[in-house]
């Protein structure tokens, strides 16, 4: 009996996020299954962690074996595939090989391959174009537009914000055109503590292997500061936050599909009407400059987000 459901994804944090409405919206379809997430292992624990799913690590369970003629599949990787109903592609163009490989292995399966780079012409958010391409499947379609619409309202609500929480600061991203300058984050820091604002500032792998050890120093000279060593300690770095602010990048879009109050930052090099993060807290602050963004117009819609007010002034977006 096949029970399996296999979701297979290589991308980067933000891009996995928008993924999970389909895996909670084909667990919801088959409850008596097991989805499983072939993702790297950092993203598979996070998945586990919050969506309740499986995973398998897709570096070290032989996985790559698919792209390969005449695939040898370790034992668990080909028993897992050999038991699964349901396959959910989201690298991109595997190409023929991959696909064919998989057919071979498992016949019986459904194979369906979401591409991640919606038309030139589409308006909509990310998740909304991944979600269309269920269409094939009406009941899985129908299921994760519930999912959407739940987590617009709701969030994932894991953990809760707390009022009384510190404001968790990430002042990096992987992409240095789609960051506020560093600078602006001290001063937003500085302006948040004169409030009497608790906060906390997190720095991933890129920033301490990029920035400057004067520069981190900074940041410890004025807030505490937590280096989480994965995902799932990011995760709990966010427990019991009162708002987040951040670039355009995975924290973000973590912080807002579990329903913390999150301040995104965006630039020219970032279209948030598609890119914003989901969750029924999550804010988009943009300008055509990111430097032309003030750090007392930051602080203003950070207020406003730690207290769920109204976005201040036309620079607000929801």
Same mark, same amino acid.
């Given at each position: 009996?096949?029970?399996?459901?296999?979701?297979?994804?290589?991308?980067? @944090?933000? =891009?996995?996020?928008?993924? +999970? #409405?389909? %895996?909670? /919206?084909? $667990?919801?379809?088959?409850?008596? !299954?097991?989805?499983?997430?072939?993702?790297?292992?950092?993203?598979?624990?996070?998945?586990?962690?919050?969506?309740?799913?499986?995973?398998?690590?897709?570096?070290?369970?032989?996985?790559?074996?698919?792209?390969?003629?005449?695939?040898?599949?370790?034992?668990?990787?080909?028993?897992?595939?050999?038991?699964?109903?349901?396959?959910?592609?989201?690298?991109?163009?595997?190409?023929?090989?991959?696909?064919?490989?998989?057919?071979?292995?498992?016949?019986?399966?459904?194979?369906?391959?979401?591409?991640?780079?919606?038309?030139?012409?589409?308006?909509?958010?990310?998740?909304?174009? @991944?979600? =269309?391409?269920?269409?094939? +499947? #009406?009941? %899985?379609? /129908?299921? $994760?537009?519930?999912?959407?619409? !739940?987590?617009?309202?709701?969030?994932?609500?894991?953990?809760?914000?707390?009022?009384?929480?510190?404001?968790?600061?990430?002042?990096?991203?992987?992409?240095?055109?789609?960051?506020?300058?560093?600078?602006?984050?001290?001063?937003?820091?500085?302006?948040?503590?004169?409030?009497?604002?608790?906060?906390?500032?997190?720095?991933?792998?890129?920033?301490?292997?990029?920035?400057?050890?004067?520069?981190?120093?900074?940041?410890?000279?004025?807030?505490?500061?937590?280096?989480?060593?994965?995902?799932?300690?990011?995760?709990?770095?966010?427990?019991?936050?009162?708002?987040?602010?951040?670039?355009?990048?995975?924290?973000?879009?973590?912080?807002?599909?579990?329903?913390?109050?999150?301040?995104?930052?965006?630039?020219?090099?970032?279209?948030?009407?598609?890119?914003?993060?989901?969750?029924?807290?999550?804010?988009?602050?943009?300008?055509?400059?990111?430097?032309?963004?003030?750090?007392?117009?930051?602080?203003?819609?950070?207020?406003?987000?730690?207290?769920?007010?109204?976005?201040?002034?036309?620079?607000?977006?929801?």
């Amino acid at each position: 009996m096949r029970r399996n459901i296999l979701i297979f994804h290589l991308g980067a @944090l933000g =891009d996995f996020i928008m993924t +999970w #409405p389909l %895996a909670l /919206a084909l $667990a919801r379809l088959h409850p008596q !299954s097991r989805v499983f997430y072939v993702t790297h292992g950092q993203k598979g624990a996070l998945a586990e962690r919050v969506l309740r799913v499986e995973s398998m690590d897709v570096e070290t369970g032989g996985w790559q074996a698919l792209f390969a003629d005449g695939p040898d599949l370790p034992a668990p990787a080909a028993r897992a595939l050999a038991g699964a109903h349901t396959v959910l592609n989201f690298l991109g163009d595997p190409g023929e090989r991959w696909a064919a490989n998989v057919k071979t292995l498992n016949p019986e399966a459904q194979v369906l391959s979401i591409s991640t780079n919606a038309p030139t012409d589409f308006a909509g958010h990310q998740t909304q174009h @991944l979600a =269309d391409q269920l269409a094939p +499947w #009406p009941a %899985a379609h /129908a299921a $994760a537009q519930q999912i959407l619409h !739940s987590i617009a309202q709701r969030g994932l609500v894991t953990p809760p914000a707390r009022a009384g929480g510190p404001i968790i600061i990430h002042p990096g991203g992987g992409s240095p055109l789609k960051c506020w300058p560093a600078p602006s984050y001290l001063d937003l820091i500085a302006r948040l503590r004169a409030e009497g604002r608790a906060v906390r500032v997190l720095l991933g792998e890129v920033e301490l292997e990029r920035w400057p050890v004067e520069l981190i120093a900074k940041f410890r000279a004025i807030a505490e500061v937590q280096t989480p060593g994965n995902l799932v300690d990011m995760l709990a770095a966010l427990s019991g936050a009162s708002a987040f602010v951040g670039n355009d990048s995975g924290p973000g879009h973590l912080a807002g599909i579990l329903g913390v109050p999150t301040l995104s930052l965006f630039g020219p090099a970032s279209q948030p009407d598609r890119w914003k993060p989901l969750g029924p807290k999550a804010r988009v602050l943009r300008a055509d400059s990111l430097e032309s963004l003030t750090a007392s117009d930051v602080a203003c819609s950070t207020v406003a987000a730690a207290s769920h007010l109204p976005p201040p002034g036309p620079a607000g977006k929801g």
